[in-house]
């Protein structure tokens, strides 16, 4: 089949596979799914392996397996309230009796009949003598075997899907298109690396014979994922290294400047500096990232940037992702650089529509050299004079995407900074497209934030150290726990936290309250309360993970700590600690599980971002850890950052080689790959940037 026929094919909508109406379709467009090519790409999270059967006698707690079993007597039914409708029948085989348990399925009286054998597959639950399996998948014994055979897929599901219909369209799915899908990965590539073939590798993810097959399958499916990614952010670098950026001129105020800091500059931002100050008086346009810890100081060595830029007769912007921040850096930005006879404006989403006409006018007539603000800045109609330098922070909030608007306006040097601290391979990944510079020194004068667990057992202790806290001068946070429904039950629930505190526990103390749902306004007057110390515990969701300087606060409290990812929990603590006082956060953590009390000893045991993330890592796998849904680029499918280390490995060995031989421009086999990627990075990559 020709590819324009494939691609024709593989857009059709999800309503041309068999068994998918209207009402279904809108329930997996809900998990991302719309056409034939979004389904047969859904894959499986884990597999079912039901080949595994088992005697009674054989059966352990926890078992996953299938067992044939003569039913010993009728179903019963039991309503032990509304709603609750519990079906219990008795079956065994000649070594044993298991109860077999199947709730509100009410067909299951009519299906499953006294003196029949089936086989059925569940988990198993045994206490002692006494086996239960609970809602088994069963089939009778003498009947072609389907649903109790073989490794059965297992998907994410949204409600109204179950695994039984995603399996059954997704099979409906694969007839449609097996045997049609063309090879975009070339031969030679294929037998370097032993990946198997397309059709193939589809074929067995979803419905593979043996563990082994679905092995090579995945590997093959992970390894086009991130070559397709990694060739694309590569081929982004070598462009940039050609665009021809604006030649800065070093400039000794800018030294005066250092020299004249109420602080010592450490090593590190010394060094960064340097790197960012050689990219900017060099020929090309400068593309960096600055990764630093919470705390190591990345603002200033921006600012350093920002007055080069500012010196060379150029406009600098400094983008933020709050409007709380935009604030918190303009206040801070313009004592800094008061008497270098520089114009800063503010420009946020809040501002008035008068005042920003006004704003834009003066930013388009280079009256103003230093642009501070949100993603208002994005806006096609603010126009630069003279702009040089674009300084994104937070940049996993913005993404490659928006990053590309403000850059692809004259060619300003470009400027990233993240305190989300990333292993260095998965920066290869995530900022391919940029060269790295990292902080990784704090000031000496910050003191390691001291860091507790503690159960329910503690909150009067808790209570009482926040009080001493405020007594001393000090103050508080105290964040809220996640709530995944919406920011409004967020807020409901945040409110609902600092009404109770008010009145209870913290009755006398001073007490504000900010989240997500508040107006900007209220949000701004809550913030300065704080950081003037008219309010002396801050009641907060994670609006604050970001930003907000309050050297005063040096008492952190995080309610179910548990719901909270690791790299967010450190950015949260990153808000205390730095004043000259010891500062101190208290998990609450809730749940009992391992996975969770692990979790609490990182926090407690490391202060180094870059050695939490490498753990939350070995915990969970990256996930969406470092928002690389944010970054602008495609969502993994199928890869797994931490798991795939060896696959990613081999991948970049293939991308160099692929670059350094120019195979995309001179070799017919890769033609198909160079197309793929062009539609991937479509509004990045040009024909001519591959050749």
Same mark, same amino acid.
């Given at each position: 089949?020709?590819?324009?026929?494939?691609?024709?094919?593989?857009?059709?909508?999800?309503?041309?596979?068999?068994?998918?109406?209207?009402?279904?379709?809108?329930?997996?467009?809900?998990?991302?799914?719309?056409?034939?090519?979004?389904?047969?790409?859904?894959?499986?999270?884990?597999?079912?392996?039901?080949?595994?059967?088992?005697?009674?006698?054989?059966?352990?707690?926890?078992?996953?397996?299938?067992?044939?079993?003569?039913?010993?007597?009728?179903?019963?039914?039991?309503?032990?309230?509304?709603?609750?409708?519990?079906?219990?029948?008795?079956?065994?085989?000649?070594?044993?009796?298991?109860?077999?348990?199947?709730?509100?399925?009410?067909?299951?009286?009519?299906?499953?009949?006294?003196?029949?054998?089936?086989?059925?597959?569940?988990?198993?639950?045994?206490?002692?003598?006494?086996?239960?399996?609970?809602?088994?998948?069963?089939?009778?014994?003498?009947?072609?075997?389907?649903?109790?055979?073989?490794?059965?897929?297992?998907?994410?599901?949204?409600?109204?899907?179950?695994?039984?219909?995603?399996?059954?369209?997704?099979?409906?799915?694969?007839?449609?298109?097996?045997?049609?899908?063309?090879?975009?990965?070339?031969?030679?590539?294929?037998?370097?690396?032993?990946?198997?073939?397309?059709?193939?590798?589809?074929?067995?993810?979803?419905?593979?014979?043996?563990?082994?097959?679905?092995?090579?399958?995945?590997?093959?499916?992970?390894?086009?994922?991130?070559?397709? /990614?990694?060739? @694309?952010?590569?081929?982004? #670098?070598?462009?940039?290294?050609?665009?021809? =950026? !604006? *030649?800065?001129? %070093?400039?000794?105020?800018?030294?005066?400047?250092?020299?004249?800091?109420?602080?010592?500059?450490?090593?590190?931002?010394?060094?960064?500096?340097?790197?960012?100050?050689?990219?900017?008086?060099?020929?090309?346009?400068?593309?960096?990232?600055?990764?630093?810890?919470?705390?190591?100081?990345?603002?200033?060595?921006?600012?350093?940037?920002?007055?080069?830029?500012?010196?060379?007769?150029?406009?600098?912007?400094?983008?933020?992702?709050?409007?709380?921040?935009?604030?918190?850096?303009?206040?801070?930005?313009?004592?800094?650089?008061?008497?270098?006879?520089?114009?800063?404006? /503010?420009?946020? @989403?809040?501002?008035?529509? #008068?005042?920003?006409?006004?704003?834009?006018? =003066? !930013? *388009?007539?280079? %009256?103003?050299?230093?642009?501070?603000?949100?993603?208002?800045?994005?806006?096609?109609?603010?126009?630069?004079?003279?702009?040089?330098?674009?300084?994104?922070?937070?940049?996993?909030?913005?993404?490659?995407?928006?990053?590309?608007?403000?850059?692809?306006?004259?060619?300003?040097?470009?400027?990233?900074?993240?305190?989300?601290?990333?292993?260095?391979?998965?920066?290869?990944?995530?900022?391919?497209?940029?060269?790295?510079?990292?902080?990784?020194?704090?000031?000496?004068?910050?003191?390691?934030?001291?860091?507790?667990?503690?159960?329910?057992?503690?909150?009067?202790?808790?209570?009482?150290?926040?009080?001493?806290?405020?007594?001393?001068?000090?103050?508080?946070?105290?964040?809220?726990?996640?709530? %995944?429904?919406?920011?409004?039950?967020?807020?409901?629930?945040?409110?609902?936290?600092?009404?109770?505190?008010?009145?209870?526990?913290?009755?006398?103390?001073?007490?504000?309250?900010?989240?997500?749902?508040?107006?900007?306004?209220?949000?701004?007057?809550?913030?300065?309360?704080?950081?003037?110390?008219?309010?002396?515990?801050?009641?907060?969701?994670?609006?604050?993970?970001?930003?907000?300087?309050?050297?005063?606060?040096?008492?952190?409290?995080?309610?179910?700590?548990?719901?909270?990812?690791?790299?967010?929990?450190?950015?949260?603590?990153?808000?205390?600690?730095?004043?000259?006082?010891?500062?101190?956060?208290?998990?609450?953590?809730?749940?009992?599980?391992?996975?969770?009390?692990?979790?609490? %000893?990182?926090?407690?045991?490391?202060?180094?971002?870059?050695?939490?993330?490498?753990?939350?890592?070995?915990?969970?796998?990256?996930?969406?850890?470092?928002?690389?849904?944010?970054?602008?680029?495609?969502?993994?499918?199928?890869?797994?950052?931490?798991?795939?280390?060896?696959?990613?490995?081999?991948?970049?060995?293939?991308?160099?080689?692929?670059?350094?031989?120019?195979?995309?421009?001179?070799?017919?086999?890769?033609?198909?790959?160079?197309?793929?990627?062009?539609?991937?990075?479509?509004?990045?990559?040009?024909?001519?940037?591959?050749?």
């Amino acid at each position: 089949m020709n590819d324009a026929k494939l691609n024709s094919l593989l857009n059709n909508s999800i309503q041309s596979v068999q068994q998918v109406g209207k009402a279904r379709a809108q329930k997996l467009n809900k998990l991302g799914i719309k056409t034939i090519g979004d389904l047969i790409t859904y894959y499986p999270r884990d597999y079912e392996d039901r080949t595994r059967e088992k005697k009674v006698s054989e059966l352990a707690d926890r078992d996953e397996c299938a067992v044939i079993l003569k039913v010993l007597s009728d179903v019963t039914l039991n309503r032990p309230r509304r709603n609750l409708r519990i079906y219990k029948a008795v079956a065994g085989d000649d070594s044993g009796l298991v109860t077999l348990t199947w709730f509100n399925q009410d067909y299951i009286r009519d299906k499953i009949v006294k003196n029949k054998t089936y086989v059925f597959f569940g988990k198993v639950k045994r206490l002692g003598s006494y086996i239960e399996m609970t809602n088994p998948v069963y089939e009778e014994a003498h009947s072609e075997r389907k649903k109790t055979t073989g490794i059965q897929p297992v998907y994410p599901l949204t409600a109204g899907i179950t695994q039984t219909y995603l399996r059954m369209i997704q099979r409906n799915a694969l007839d449609i298109v097996t045997g049609k899908l063309t090879e975009i990965l070339p031969d030679e590539l294929r037998k370097q690396f032993s990946l198997a073939e397309i059709n193939f590798s589809l074929e067995k993810i979803h419905f593979p014979t043996s563990f082994e097959e679905k092995e090579r399958a995945r590997k093959r499916l992970v390894f086009e994922e991130l070559l397709m /990614l990694q060739l @694309g952010l590569l081929q982004l #670098k070598n462009n940039q290294v050609t665009v021809s =950026g !604006i *030649k800065m001129e %070093e400039k000794p105020l800018v030294n005066r400047f250092i020299s004249q800091l109420p602080f010592k500059l450490t090593k590190a931002q010394q060094r960064v500096y340097s790197e960012i100050e050689k990219d900017m008086t060099g020929e090309k346009q400068m593309n960096r990232l600055i990764q630093g810890d919470v705390g190591s100081g990345k603002t200033i060595v921006a600012v350093l940037a920002i007055l080069l830029t500012v010196l060379n007769g150029y406009q600098a912007v400094f983008m933020v992702p709050t409007e709380i921040l935009a604030e918190q850096h303009y206040q801070s930005i313009l004592p800094l650089l008061e008497n270098y006879d520089i114009n800063i404006v /503010l420009l946020t @989403g809040s501002v008035s529509k #008068k005042e920003k006409e006004k704003i834009k006018e =003066g !930013i *388009k007539n280079n %009256e103003y050299q230093i642009i501070i603000g949100t993603h208002a800045l994005l806006q096609e109609d603010v126009d630069f004079a003279r702009l040089g330098l674009v300084v994104t922070d937070e940049q996993h909030r913005f993404g490659v995407k928006q990053r590309a608007i403000l850059a692809s306006r004259s060619n300003p040097h470009i400027l990233v900074m993240t305190a989300t601290p990333i292993p260095r391979t998965l920066s290869l990944i995530l900022y391919g497209d940029l060269d790295i510079s990292i902080i990784d020194e704090l000031p000496p004068e910050r003191k390691p934030v001291k860091t507790y667990a503690v159960d329910e057992s503690m909150r009067n202790r808790v209570y009482k150290f926040i009080k001493k806290t405020v007594q001393e001068g000090r103050q508080a946070y105290i964040i809220c726990p996640l709530v %995944e429904e919406s920011d409004e039950i967020e807020a409901e629930a945040a409110a609902s936290l600092a009404n109770k505190l008010k009145e209870g526990d913290l009755r006398g103390l001073s007490i504000g309250l900010v989240h997500g749902k508040m107006k900007w306004k209220e949000k701004e007057k809550v913030m300065n309360d704080f950081s003037k110390g008219n309010i002396q515990v801050l009641v907060s969701t994670t609006v604050v993970e970001v930003g907000v300087n309050v050297p005063n606060a040096c008492l952190m409290v995080v309610e179910n700590a548990e719901r909270f990812g690791l790299a967010q929990l450190h950015q949260l603590r990153g808000r205390v600690g730095r004043g000259r006082h010891q500062s101190y956060c208290i998990l609450f953590c809730q749940s009992k599980s391992d996975i969770a009390r692990k979790r609490m %000893e990182i926090m407690t045991k490391y202060n180094d971002g870059f050695k939490i993330s490498e753990k939350d890592m070995e915990l969970r796998g990256p996930g969406d850890i470092f928002g690389v849904r944010q970054h602008g680029l495609p969502d993994f499918k199928i890869a797994n950052l931490y798991e795939d280390m060896e696959i990613l490995k081999e991948v970049q060995k293939a991308c160099e080689d692929i670059i350094k031989n120019q195979k995309l421009s001179d070799r017919e086999d890769y033609k198909r790959l160079k197309e793929h990627l062009l539609l991937m990075f479509e509004d990045k990559l040009s024909e001519v940037a591959l050749n």
